[in-house]
């Protein structure tokens, strides 16, 4: 049973079934269990947004597409840990399977070819998303079939591992182009299709892969495609990516990358910089000087893992103290005190009146700059999802036993202490994570407000039920801040004679709604509740099962 709540499959009819005397899940942000409203909300994304007879998610675009297969990999191990907690382990088995079905199909429906032609950002969540599932095969047939290996073959699950393991190397390799040494000294650039860009996400998406591809990455023997490099050198625990990491962590770390808040601003351009040589014979300019401050969820989320599998290859503590900073900074940016656990004095109103804005919320709520005016593009509806993914990754508790590269240079050269007792690391990192549960829940409950009769989770976790009209919400953006995740790219950041075709930005009709119409969902606006917000409702929730019910 799951509180109560007993789980079966009659005629694809909603996973959750309730006894007479219980009130539903959705709309009940009080439920004391997480698992149960995961479960519920998984079943809302596969059933609504998934095709299974095209193995998509159609609405989403391929870059969000990448992250909710992640996602779904990463229910996919919470519920493989869960089973306890299920009826029993034959509907336990067939909720798995059910899912695992659904991610081996997006295989075959990831248009894999276009997103070679794209950013290289779009690139990297799709490593991070197959490397996700190799963790979930490994760790499910562990756990459940682990005494059968030596008699069986194991987990059926484990012979996708083989073609998942190829599809990352392919976009890891392909993503590798993107470091670039001739302009501010290294650093991954965003796009080859438009001006050069060395934004956060890029680079904490190239450390974060490159780490998770040492620790994780088992191998790959296919030599498909034609023309890509032999496979000789594709083997588990290469320290190329461990190296690649180190590399692009120190970058990122001086790049001055971060605002007084401690929050990482979007990125730098090159002022100046043209494809053509200065005529009068003058050096160019290769130092990164024009700034953007915009500053989003997400850009803060993907290097926690980063840091988190950091710290298992090399033992260095200092990343995981880099990473607590990162998630102390973004907590304090939301309105919340951690050290009183509870929001700062002057948002702590019972009236309608909406808290005060700090840079990532209010109100102790995570909240995107876009949230309250309802001009999120997709893109930004998929970023509170990625940083609470990212945070549960970072926060999980950490192994007894490191994976260290047999020669510690690396840590050596990148300035990182040698390593200390894992023991003692392990029983700090937990306590410090324990400090983060009180936000996580008040979080949660705040997601789960926003779930309307159908399940379906809205993108401003923090707005007021049923207003009737359009709240006061202005947000104070960052001088020098370029908001276009939503407002689109702006034409002198397109280097016109290799622009090409890029994931088109989502039309901005939807700000011509009269705003004297009266809205009793504000979730409704904009591009209302989605795929991408149902991903992020999600991942919350893991969260609070992850980290605070499970611990």
């Given amino acids: 049973?799951?509180?109560?709540?007993?789980?079966?499959?009659?005629?694809?009819?909603?996973?959750?079934?309730?006894?007479?005397?219980?009130?539903?899940?959705?709309?009940?942000?009080?439920?004391?269990?997480?698992?149960?409203?995961?479960?519920?909300?998984?079943?809302?994304?596969?059933?609504?947004?998934?095709?299974?007879?095209?193995?998509?998610?159609?609405?989403?675009?391929?870059?969000?597409?990448?992250?909710?297969?992640?996602?779904?990999?990463?229910?996919?191990?919470?519920?493989?840990?869960?089973?306890?907690?299920?009826?029993?382990?034959?509907?336990?088995e067939n909720i798995l399977n059910k899912y695992f079905s659904q991610l081996s199909a997006s295989y075959f429906g990831q248009d894999a070819f276009a997103l070679r032609q794209e950013a290289y950002d779009d690139m990297l969540w799709?490593?991070?998303?197959?490397?996700?599932?190799?963790?979930?095969?490994?760790?499910h047939s562990e756990a459940h079939y682990g005494e059968q290996a030596e008699k069986a073959a194991g987990w059926y699950g484990e012979q996708w591992t083989p073609a998942f393991a190829h599809r990352a190397r392919l976009f890891w390799d392909i993503a590798s182009q993107g470091w670039d040494t001739s302009l501010c000294k290294g650093g991954m650039i965003w796009s080859p299709y438009l001006t050069p860009y060395k934004n956060a996400i890029t680079n904490e998406l190239w450390i974060a892969a490159s780490i998770s591809m040492y620790l994780y990455f088992p191998g790959d023997e296919i030599t498909s495609p034609f023309g890509l490099p032999s496979t000789a050198d594709a083997k588990a625990h290469d320290p190329k990516y461990l190296a690649a990491a180190?590399?692009?962590?120190?970058?990122?770390?001086?790049?001055?990358?971060?605002?007084?808040?401690?929050?990482?601003?979007?990125?730098?351009?090159?002022?100046?910089?043209?494809?053509?040589?200065?005529?009068?014979?003058?050096?160019?300019?290769?130092?990164?000087?024009?700034?953007?401050?915009?500053?989003?969820?997400?850009?803060?989320?993907?290097?926690?893992?980063?840091?988190?599998?950091?710290?298992?290859?090399?033992?260095?503590?200092?990343?995981?103290?880099?990473?607590?900073?990162?998630?102390?900074?973004?907590?304090?940016?939301?309105?919340?005190?951690?050290?009183?656990?509870?929001?700062?004095?002057?948002d702590d109103t019972t009236s309608r009146k909406l808290g005060k804005w700090h840079g990532l919320g209010r109100s102790g709520i995570l909240e995107e700059a876009c949230?309250?005016?309802?001009?999120?593009?997709?893109?930004?509806?998929?970023?509170?999802?990625?940083?609470?993914?990212?945070?549960t990754l970072f926060c999980a508790l950490l192994p007894e036993h490191l994976v260290l590269p047999s020669q510690l240079f690396l840590t050596k050269d990148a300035g990182r202490e040698p390593p200390g007792n894992p023991l003692e690391v392990k029983k700090w990192h937990d306590k410090a994570c324990s400090r983060y549960e009180h936000w996580i829940k008040h979080n949660a409950k705040a997601a789960l407000t926003t779930l309307d009769s159908d399940g379906k989770f809205g993108m401003w976790w923090g707005a007021p039920p049923h207003s009737e009209s359009e709240p006061d919400a202005e947000v104070e953006l960052p001088d020098g801040a370029v908001d276009y995740r939503n407002n689109g790219i702006p034409p002198q950041w397109k280097d016109m004679e290799r622009y090409r075709r890029h994931a088109p930005e989502q039309s901005m009709d939807f700000k011509t709604n009269d705003r004297k119409i009266r809205i009793r969902d504000l979730n409704d606006r904009g591009r209302g509740r989605t795929v991408e917000t149902q991903g992020g409702g999600i991942m919350v929730l893991r969260a609070l099962w992850e980290l605070v019910e499970t611990r």
Avoid at 126 to 139: M, Q
């Fill in 1 to 92: 049973m799951i509180s109560g709540s007993a789980v079966n499959f009659p005629g694809q009819q909603p996973l959750l079934r309730l006894q007479d005397d219980q009130q539903p899940i959705r709309n009940e942000p009080k439920h004391p269990k997480a698992l149960p409203a995961i479960l519920d909300a998984l079943d809302v994304l596969q059933d609504e947004y998934f095709a299974i007879w095209q193995g998509i998610w159609p609405t989403s675009i391929d870059w969000t597409s990448a992250v909710i297969g992640t996602y779904l990999s990463a229910a996919l191990s919470t519920i493989s840990t869960s089973f306890p907690s299920l009826t029993s382990p034959k509907d336990a």
């Fill in 126 to 139: 799709v490593v991070l998303g197959w490397l996700e599932s190799i963790k979930f095969i490994n760790t």
């Fill in 246 to 346: 180190i590399e692009a962590y120190k970058w990122l770390s001086d790049s001055n990358m971060t605002d007084a808040k401690g929050l990482y601003v979007d990125g730098y351009h090159i002022s100046g910089w043209s494809r053509e040589n200065p005529k009068n014979g003058s050096k160019p300019n290769t130092k990164c000087d024009i700034r953007n401050d915009m500053t989003y969820t997400y850009n803060q989320g993907v290097l926690l893992s980063g840091q988190r599998g950091l710290y298992e290859a090399t033992g260095a503590r200092s990343y995981l103290e880099e990473g607590h900073k990162l998630v102390e900074d973004v907590i304090a940016a939301t309105g919340w005190n951690l050290k009183h656990q509870s929001v700062f004095p002057e």
């Fill in 371 to 391: 949230d309250a005016e309802a001009y999120c593009s997709q893109n930004s509806q998929t970023f509170k999802g990625i940083f609470f993914h990212h945070l």
